[in-house]
C-alpha cells in the first residue's frame, strides 16, 4: 500500500517552532479531509488537525489552537503543519493521514511519522 512519508520533527526548546511536511507521493488531492495525528508515549493516536480539500478550511484540536497551522500544497500534493509555542506536552510521534472525516481517520495508510521532542 501507498504510505505517506512524514519529515520535519526534531528537538526543540519550549517556545520554539517546528514545520512537518507530509509527502504524498504523487498522490493527487481529493475526496475526504486531510489531518495531522499525533501519539504520545503511553497514549492513543489523537487528531490534531484537520484541513478541508475543496475550500482549505482547517480545525484543530483544542490543545493546539492559536498555535498550530495546518496547510496544504495542491500541485505537489504535500500537507504542511506549522506549529509555533511548543509546549513539553506536544511531545510526539507525528502523523499525516490523507483520508479524514471530522478528525476520523478512513485511511489505514499510515507512515512511520515524526519525533517532536519539546524540551523543558
Known amino acids: 500500500q501507498v504510505r505517506p512519508v512524514e519529515s520535519g520533527g526534531g528537538l526543540v526548546q519550549a517556545g520554539g517552532s517546528v514545520r512537518l511536511s507530509c509527502d504524498a507521493s504523487g498522490r493527487p488531492f481529493g475526496g475526504n479531509d486531510m489531518g495531522w495525528y499525533r501519539q504520545a508515549l503511553g497514549k492513543e493516536r489523537e487528531f490534531v488537525a484537520g484541513?478541508?480539500?475543496?475550500?482549505?478550511?482547517?480545525y484543530y484540536a483544542e490543545s493546539v489552537k492559536g498555535r498550530f497551522t495546518i496547510s496544504r500544497d495542491k500541485t505537489r500534493n504535500t500537507l504542511y503543519l506549522q506549529m509555533n509555542g511548543l509546549k513539553p506536552e506536544d511531545t510526539a510521534m507525528y502523523y499525516c493521514n490523507w483520508d479524514v472525516i471530522a478528525g476520523m481517520p478512513v485511511s489505514d495508510d499510515w507512515g512511520q511519522g515524526t519525533q517532536v521532542t519539546v524540551s523543558s
Open positions: 484541513i478541508v480539500r475543496a475550500d482549505g478550511d482547517t
